[in-house]
């Protein structure tokens, strides 16, 4: 390979090393904010737990935003990071789904 394909092809490497790590750091940016959220579940910090949740949701979104550009990276790094996302997103909706219940109204 000539130098100037090497040197390309180490700067891709170390791209798609520093984008994973990126959506790495998204995905744990998300899983505190589920902590959090799920270790205070009273009424009273209801208004925080919701902000919490919307942070998390945002962490989430950017994560799955920057995972199509994960294409030259390995395989088994992307299934892991997709792995996490999906884990968190089914945090995310059952937390929800304890956060926000649905309310219906009577029909009398």
Do not use: N
Not at 80 to 102: I, N, S, T
Request: glycine share 2%; net charge positive.
């Amino acid at each position: 390979m000539e130098p100037r394909m090497q040197k390309l092809a180490q700067l891709r490497a170390r791209t798609d090393r520093q984008l994973a790590e990126l959506i790495s750091a998204a995905l744990d940016r998300g899983f505190a904010y589920a902590r959090v959220i799920a270790a205070t579940k009273s009424h009273a910090e209801w208004s925080a737990s919701r902000e919490f949740h919307r942070r998390a949701k945002d962490a989430w979104c950017e994560a799955r935003r920057l995972m199509p550009a994960l294409d030259g990276s390995a395989e088994k790094d992307r299934v892991a990071l997709l792995r996490r996302a999906e884990m968190l997103r089914l945090e995310l909706d059952q937390l929800a789904a304890e956060l926000f219940p649905v309310r219906r109204a009577a029909c009398f």
